[in-house]
């Protein structure tokens, strides 16, 4: 017995099964993301003044990501409407160019992840305070008692904080901005050997370092996950899956269009996730 509406929409919805589903399932995506975002909202809103972070995060790359995965949506669009002309071949050239974006989005993602987990906060034991990225780091290494030992120097290239500047408990970029104010000229990033001895912590910018880098990596990396799974299946369809179009095109079609509807939504959950978590 064949399932009915599997091609053809349903009198009472207007919609094919597959089409039914993926808008039920949808729906419950945007209460996830929903909860997400609005917990964003509530814990910036009721973080104390000057202490939410700014500009820690790498907005011409955000920008550069948001144009990948815009034109994936188009080459989804335009991959779907190849099919619907009956012109299969442009419609497999068209849909890999959908899922190279897709590989392209997670690679640089993958990058500004690196840069975060290699972005090193450093409090000396005097109070003063070096940000920035690990070069190197020298000895230690050995295991003693179960337990491997720190190394003996780390290596940045950062600047430096005052004591009194990071002791008022502001953001690092207004602290950044203060001290290019007070000096006249703009904070030059340099190299600082430092001993491992004379800290009182190193911790990295991962989701642990903060409230807002919790937040961020919590909703890019769920983000990340969906451009995964979603451009998973269009690969599928694009490529083992494509057999269904020499047996029931129709009905393949609606799959690439079913497909194609999850990635809009993958696509407009990260129109949102630009805006807020790179530039607000």
């Known amino acids: ?21 993926i ?48 034109c994936s949506s188009v080459t989804v669009v335009l991959a779907w409407a190849a099919l619907k002309a009956n012109d299969f071949a ?36 005097d109070g003063r305070v070096i940000d920035g990225h690990l070069v190197r780091k020298e000895g230690g290494g050995q295991v ?8 003996e120097f780390i290596v940045l290239h950062g600047v430096e904080f ?3 500047m990071k002791a008022a408990g502001m953001a690092k970029i207004p602290l950044l901005e203060a001290i290019e104010k007070k000096s006249g000229h703009h904070a030059e990033h340099k190299e600082f050997r430092v001993a491992w001895s004379d800290t009182t ?15 961020y990596f919590t909703l890019t990396a769920l983000h990340a996950l969906h451009v995964i799974g979603g451009a ?8 083992p899956g494509a057999a269904m179009w020499k047996t029931d095109p129709e009905r393949y079609t609606n799959r690439v269009e079913v497909s194609g509807l999850f990635w809009h939504f993958v696509d407009l959950v990260w129109i949102f996730l630009f805006p807020i978590l790179y530039l607000l």
Request: charged share 15%; proline share 6%.
């Open 162 to 164: 005052p004591a009194e």
């Open 90 to 125: 442009k419609y497999r050239k068209i849909q890999l160019v959908t899922v190279l974006c897709a590989l392209a989005f997670v690679c640089i993602k993958s990058y500004e992840y690196y840069d975060k987990f290699t972005h090193y906060e450093v409090v000396m034991k």
């Open 23 to 70: 808008w039920l399932f949808l729906a419950s995506e945007v209460m996830l993301f929903g909860a997400l975002f609005s917990a964003y909202i509530l814990l910036r809103v009721g973080s104390y003044p000057g202490v939410w972070p700014h500009g820690i995060l790498n907005v011409p790359v955000g920008t550069l990501n948001t144009m990948v995965l815009i």
């Open 1 to 21: 017995m064949d399932i009915p509406y599997t091609v053809l929409p349903r009198r009472d919805t207007g919609l094919y099964n597959a089409k039914l589903g």
């Open 232 to 239: 998973a299946v269009i690969f599928w369809i694009w490529g």
């Open 201 to 215: 912590r190193v911790q990295n910018y991962g989701p642990w370092h903060n409230t807002y880098l919790a937040i």
């Open 144 to 151: 003693v008692n179960g337990r491997k030992q720190p190394p």
